[in-house]
């Protein structure tokens, strides 16, 4: 199976993905003691997605996070570089989109909200995907990305910090498809920039009014934007 690194070059990145499909919902929900479920569903209300909208659900994967999001009634679409990982998700009612993040196969100004939950930390270049995520949102659209972060508290997130490198490929290797990409993962949490350099980022990318919220003590943050 294939584990990608810190490099994060496209082909291997996409290739860990599509070793770890099959299982991917299951071994996340397993992974973050279910708090995957009240993560989309956060992502989904910082979004305030209006019916007829138009969205883009970025690094979808098998695009569970882009059928709860059409349930506002918008019009969302899943795309993702994983092939495997879009044909987990063919059945889910909603289009799929094979697209590189970095270029992506939409006109400018096309979606009136843009989101990227967990895929970020992926790209090989963050910085020129949320530019990217900019070209193809109107004026005045939203930006939502629901990323790993830093623990706020101490204790906390030192004992995240262990439980990352040692008790989470552990996990993995009990309900996985491909026990080694979650080594990838506890490493890319780990040199992902915190909450405040990640908005800092976002708002050098082009985007104005950069928020975030913490969720389960920082494990997780949102981080919000509207493109000027």
């Not at 090989?124 to 995520?133: G, H, I, K, S, Y």
Request: net charge positive; proline share 5%.
């Amino acid at each position: 199976m294939a584990r990608a690194d810190l490099q994060k070059k496209p082909n291997e990145v996409a290739a860990m993905f599509d070793g770890v499909a099959r299982r991917y919902d299951l071994t996340n929900t397993v992974l973050s003691f279910g708090q995957d479920r009240r993560w989309r569903t956060r992502t989904a209300r910082a979004l305030d997605l209006q019916p007829g909208e138009r969205v883009l659900d970025l690094a979808a994967g098998t695009a569970v996070s882009t059928a709860e999001l059409a349930s506002s009634g918008a019009w969302c679409v899943a795309a993702d570089f994983s092939l495997c990982m879009l044909e987990q998700g063919r059945d889910r009612g909603v289009p799929l989109v094979a697209a590189d993040g970095l270029h992506l196969p939409f006109a400018d100004q096309t979606f009136d909200a843009v989101t990227i939950s967990f895929g970020l930390r992926n790209i090989v270049d963050p910085d020129a995907a949320l530019r990217e995520l900019a070209r193809v949102t109107r004026s005045g659209g939203r930006l939502v990305v629901c990323e790993f972060s830093t623990p706020v508290w101490g204790p906390f997130r030192r004992i995240y910090m262990n439980y990352l490198m040692r008790a989470l490929p552990l996990v993995a290797r009990k309900v996985s498809s491909n026990p080694d990409a979650y080594v990838y993962l506890a490493e890319s949490i780990r040199a992902w920039p915190d909450q405040r350099e990640l908005g800092e980022r976002i708002h050098a990318a082009g985007w104005d009014d950069v928020a975030w919220r913490n969720l389960t003590g920082g494990v997780v943050a949102l981080h919000r934007g509207v493109k000027p």
